[in-house]
């Protein structure tokens, strides 16, 4: 985790609604030396006034944790705000004739990047071809990452630069190996001062959003070595969100040396279900096979032994059933080895865990896994016509991301958005859990908005953090808002409560169509990282 001095000062707020477990009636709050040190009621806020260096009037606005999005792609983030973005496009047509506008408008690129194509959300379902990309590029290199980032469309100036062996010319989305050595093409000719400034764009865009902490997912197949320190060594200087790094390769000592948390993150047990390679017990509704199996369970309890032994924690990229089925069989089989105490005490993570059985989601809770998941996929993804109905068929659609079924089991869960795959956005993905589209997957805003918060601290082993009491490091949030409510942990979007005698903090009200909070400021450590213009 990047580190940071804390700031000599000591900050009053106050007239606010403070989001705290410590007192639900809280208006004010007391930061010092880059912790809280008190949080309160207004009356007795009075006697903080005279030895504060800074006294901020919320003037009725929320005080919140800052969020933690546990599972980003920093660099690729910053290349998507900076770069092309497909997401909203409409049709194959409108994606080529951005594409087109796009390289016109950057005749000095080494290379054309761009993001967020999803050709299940086109009329005709197609992707584009090779020789239209060559057409509306005029020839130069591009890269163009599917929505899921585990498969690409590119141009034949881009393929002349991958060795003629790592690659085919079959005109297709590469996967797998192919799409790696593409990527990795694409990636060097990027220099390091874009990829600096990519880093500092996402960084300030995921402060402006009211997060305080990113769990940098890196590794071999995704970025590289230099990137993923140049990273850690930009968050260090303290002027932006937290990064906590993760390296997703088998070499324990390798990630202990990049300063690394972890060898985990993207450390692919298979691919994803919009690119047909996520690996699933039985074949796709859309296409006569299984998917692809990149680890077994043996190697899956290789690499979670060695990672307990090096005192670091392991993890896995796993979505389909039988990923999934395979890294908890591996997992166990560590435990076996090295004790369940053990593997427990490390908080080993699995990352999507989208395809989840009861049988697996007990393992998760026996084994003290933590999911670390991604709402928004469901509100992409989900429902009777979505990517995962016609991956999969409407049944096996219908059970994916359980998370009701994980909390119940105590599974602890922390939230993210495999931005670029899709946006920072927290308040969204706290509403896409609390309002999924499956309704018996569906969790409270309050314990959506805890996964989002607190839980990217306990799945990096910090209990003492993500929440607004005494001793907590001054990681918080300042939000314009309407009604604070309260809901019950049992209701999940049934009833409501403004009643102030619940004694449990509220939250706003994220029902569809309600406006999200906006952001307007950012502190992590207690320094301020960002201010919106005007407040």
């Given at each position: 985790m990047s580190e940071r001095t804390d700031p000599p000062r000591t900050t009053l707020l106050r007239r606010g609604e403070v989001h705290s477990p410590a007192d639900p009636f809280a208006t004010a709050m007391v930061v010092e030396h880059g912790h809280i040190a008190w949080v309160g009621t207004e009356g007795a806020a009075d006697a903080f006034t005279d030895s504060a260096d800074e006294v901020i009037d919320l003037d009725g606005a929320l005080v919140t944790p800052a969020f933690t999005d546990a599972h980003v792609h920093t660099t690729a983030t910053g290349l998507a705000l900076t770069g092309l973005d497909l997401s909203t496009t409409p049709s194959l047509d409108?994606?080529?004739?951005?594409?087109?506008?796009?390289?016109?408008?950057?005749?000095?690129?080494?290379?054309?990047?761009?993001?967020?194509?999803?050709?299940?959300?086109?009329?005709?379902?197609r992707p584009p071809t090779r020789a239209e990309l060559d057409e509306a590029t005029g020839g130069r290199p591009l890269y163009l990452s599917r929505i899921d980032v585990h498969s690409a469309v590119v141009t034949t100036?881009?393929?002349?630069?991958?060795?003629?062996?790592?690659?085919?010319?079959?005109?297709?989305?590469?996967?797998?190996?192919?799409?790696?050595?593409?990527?990795?093409?694409?990636?060097?000719?990027?220099?390091?001062?874009?990829?600096?400034?990519?880093?500092?764009?996402?960084?300030?865009?995921?402060?402006?959003?009211?997060?305080?902490?990113?769990?940098?997912?890196?590794?071999?197949?995704?970025?590289?070595?230099?990137?993923?320190t140049g990273?850690?060594?930009?968050?260090?200087?303290?002027?932006?969100?937290?990064?906590?790094?993760?390296?997703?390769?088998?070499?324990?000592?390798?990630?202990?040396?990049?300063?690394?948390?972890?060898?985990?993150?993207?450390?692919?047990?298979?691919?994803?279900?919009?690119?047909?390679?996520?690996?699933?017990?039985?074949?796709?509704?859309?296409?006569?096979?299984?998917?692809?199996?990149?680890?077994?369970?043996?190697?899956?309890?290789?690499?979670?032994?060695?990672?307990?032994?090096?005192?670091?924690?392991?993890?896995?990229?796993?979505?389909?059933?039988?990923?999934?089925?395979?890294?908890?069989?591996?997992?166990?089989?560590?435990a076996e080895k090295v004790g369940l105490g053990r593997i427990r005490a490390a908080r080993h993570r699995v990352e999507h865990a989208e395809m989840l059985t009861p049988e697996t989601v007990a393992a998760f809770a026996e084994l003290g896994l933590t999911a670390s998941v991604q709402p928004v996929f469901d509100a992409l993804w989900g429902g009777?016509?979505?990517?995962?109905?016609?991956?999969?068929?409407?049944?096996?659609?219908?059970?994916?991301?359980?998370?009701?079924?994980?909390?119940?089991?105590?599974?602890?869960?922390?939230?993210?958005?495999?931005?670029?795959?899709?946006?920072?956005?927290?308040?969204?993905?706290?509403?896409?859990?609390?309002?999924?589209?499956?309704?018996?997957?569906?969790?409270?805003?309050?314990?959506?908005?805890?996964?989002?918060?607190?839980?990217?601290?306990?799945a990096v082993g910090r209990d003492d953090a993500g929440v607004l009491v005494p001793g907590a490091p001054a990681d918080y949030a300042l939000w314009r808002t309407g009604e604070l409510v309260v809901q019950a942990p049992d209701d999940r979007v049934a009833r409501w409560s403004t009643d102030p005698r619940s004694g449990t903090p509220g939250l706003p009200d994220l029902a569809p169509g309600r406006d999200l909070p906006v952001c307007l400021r950012t502190v992590v450590g207690g320094r301020t990282v960002f201010v919106r213009p005007g407040e």
């Open positions: 409108a994606a080529l004739v951005r594409v087109r506008e796009f390289a016109a408008a950057r005749p000095h690129d080494r290379v054309l990047l761009g993001h967020g194509w999803d050709a299940a959300r086109w009329p005709g379902g100036a881009l393929l002349d630069l991958v060795p003629a062996a790592a690659v085919t010319r079959a005109d297709a989305p590469l996967t797998g190996d192919a799409h790696h050595a593409v990527r990795a093409a694409a990636l060097a000719a990027v220099t390091p001062a874009q990829r600096t400034e990519a880093q500092r764009a996402a960084l300030a865009h995921a402060a402006s959003l009211g997060i305080g902490t990113v769990h940098e997912c890196g590794g071999p197949e995704i970025s590289s070595e230099d990137d993923f990273l850690l060594r930009l968050a260090a200087e303290g002027n932006g969100p937290r990064v906590v790094g993760y390296w997703a390769e088998q070499d324990v000592a390798k990630a202990r040396d990049l300063g690394a948390v972890g060898a985990a993150g993207d450390l692919f047990a298979d691919g994803a279900l919009g690119s047909h390679t996520a690996c699933l017990h039985e074949p796709y509704a859309d296409a006569g096979h299984t998917g692809t199996a990149h680890l077994d369970a043996a190697a899956v309890a290789a690499h979670v032994v060695a990672c307990t032994e090096a005192g670091l924690q392991a993890g896995f990229h796993a979505i389909g059933d039988a990923a999934v089925t395979a890294v908890v069989d591996g997992i166990r089989a560590a009777e016509d979505g990517m995962y109905a016609q991956r999969l068929g409407p049944e096996r659609a219908r059970t994916l991301n359980p998370f009701a079924a994980l909390l119940r089991a105590g599974v602890p869960l922390a939230f993210g958005s495999d931005s670029p795959v899709t946006p920072l956005d927290p308040w969204g993905t706290v509403r896409a859990a609390a309002f999924h589209r499956t309704p018996e997957h569906r969790v409270s805003v309050r314990a959506a908005f805890t996964a989002h918060t607190r839980g990217g601290w306990r």
